[in-house]
């Protein structure tokens, strides 16, 4: 998977007016997996495991899932933690060493005997939503939000942290009104960036807001981006091969919208 851009599969789900399993087109906007102690364990610790964080445009579909992370499991965290929960948000966008454990919880690389939660924001169509599969503590969920911008550069910790700060006082759903509240001003961006129809139109280098293409006028962007990043022609090398895989998948969307629109 290529940090930054949106993977596509397909998950199970029911046909509605007919028998047999169909399936649904999702894409992988953000994903963060949290690593840590079991219920029941004695110790308690925290590891990262797979991230997916874009952070453009600010705060990106990375800074959003982060923050809906956190708005959603700190209403569930001690009282008397939150002001040290803060502090730690701070320490991480100051590149401070933070001396473990930490708010009851020991971060470590291992992830050896550890259970994993899965946190993900999906585009569906038009839509953005977040999946959040959470196995373990609030606590351990919000520490992996915050340590996970830890990974980015310090730039983009300096845009991501301040909204993990709004996300530690939002008291509302973890929704649409939350993305618009971390996002600002950027938050219908980040919703047109979550179709992968309007992704493919970028990628293959059609125009905002042009009708559909036709299958030909596809092919024949395809063709002219495909020589562009050719490394014959003066493509970056080691970039070619993301490229080619990218204009591969943005011509298959497109070339099933236009069947299915005929």
């Known amino acids: 998977m290529v940090p930054g851009r949106p993977a596509v599969w397909r998950s199970a789900s029911r046909r509605h007016g007919g028998p047999g399993w169909g399936y649904r087109r999702h894409v992988l906007l953000a994903e963060l997996e949290v690593w840590h102690t079991r219920p029941l364990a004695p110790t308690r610790r925290v590891a990262l495991g797979n991230l997916v964080l874009p952070v453009d445009p600010a705060p990106g579909f990375g800074g959003l899932l982060l923050g809906a992370v956190v ?16 502090r730690l948000i701070d320490q991480v966008e100051r590149d401070e060493r933070v001396v473990q454990p930490r708010l009851r919880h020991r971060f470590q690389v291992d992830r050896h005997g550890l259970a994993r939660s899965t946190h993900r924001l999906l585009g569906d169509g038009e839509e953005i939503r ?12 919000v520490l992996g939000a915050i340590y996970a911008v830890e990974r980015l550069d310090v730039s983009a910790r300096r845009i991501i942290t301040p909204v993990l700060h709004k996300a530690m006082r939002w008291q509302g759903l973890v929704g649409p009104a939350l993305i618009a509240h971390l996002a600002g001003t950027n938050s219908a961006t980040l919703s047109s960036l979550a179709d992968p129809r309007a992704w493919a139109m970028e990628v293959l280098g059609f125009p905002a807001g042009s009708p559909l293409p036709t299958k030909k006028q596809v092919t024949a ?10 490394p014959d022609h003066g493509g970056d090398a080691e970039l070619a091969s993301t490229a080619v895989f990218e204009l591969a998948e943005a011509r298959r969307i497109l070339n099933e919208a236009a069947k299915a629109a005929t």
């Open 71 to 86: 708005a959603g499991h700190v209403r569930d965290v001690d009282d008397e933690l939150i002001p040290d929960i803060h």
């Open 130 to 141: 977040f999946d959040f599969e959470t196995n373990g503590s609030a606590l351990a969920q």
């Open 221 to 230: 962007q395809f063709r002219q981006k495909m020589r562009a990043v050719h």
